[in-house]
């Protein structure tokens, strides 16, 4: 009688093993910098905030919008994306930059203020 109940325990161990195993994809991060395009700066005027937007293709799969000169961070699957940004006030379009995201590792993608 005790064989049977470690045998089956056993045999549940092993059930229950394989219906919780990880499926989770790797990762990998991209980070960078935006500073909007505005010249010279009076002091204390406020700055635009820019929207940071990942594409896979013509697809955004994310987007932030962030102050100037605060960093954004998308952690992503590996693959192959183009990042842009962009400034409602002055209307702005940064030349967008590609990037290559490997699993476990990061890349950093900037856009400096091109209008100083």
């Given at each position: 009688m005790r064989k049977l109940v470690v045998v089956a325990a056993v045999a549940m161990t092993l059930v229950l093993a394989a219906c919780t195993t990880s499926t989770t994809r790797p990762t990998g991060v991209v980070t960078g910098v935006a500073n909007p395009c505005v010249g010279l700066v009076l002091a204390g005027s406020a700055l635009p905030r820019v929207t940071a937007l990942l594409h896979f293709g013509p697809t955004v799969v994310a987007s932030t919008t962030i102050k100037?000169?605060?960093?954004?961070?998308?952690?992503?699957?590996p693959e192959s994306y183009k990042v842009k940004a962009r400034q409602a006030t002055p209307s702005?379009?940064?030349?967008?930059k590609g990037v290559v995201v490997r699993a476990d590792?990061?890349?950093?993608?900037?856009f400096p203020d091109y209008c100083k």
């Open positions: 100037s000169g605060a960093k954004c961070r998308f952690s992503v699957a702005f379009q940064y030349r967008p590792h990061s890349v950093t993608v900037s």
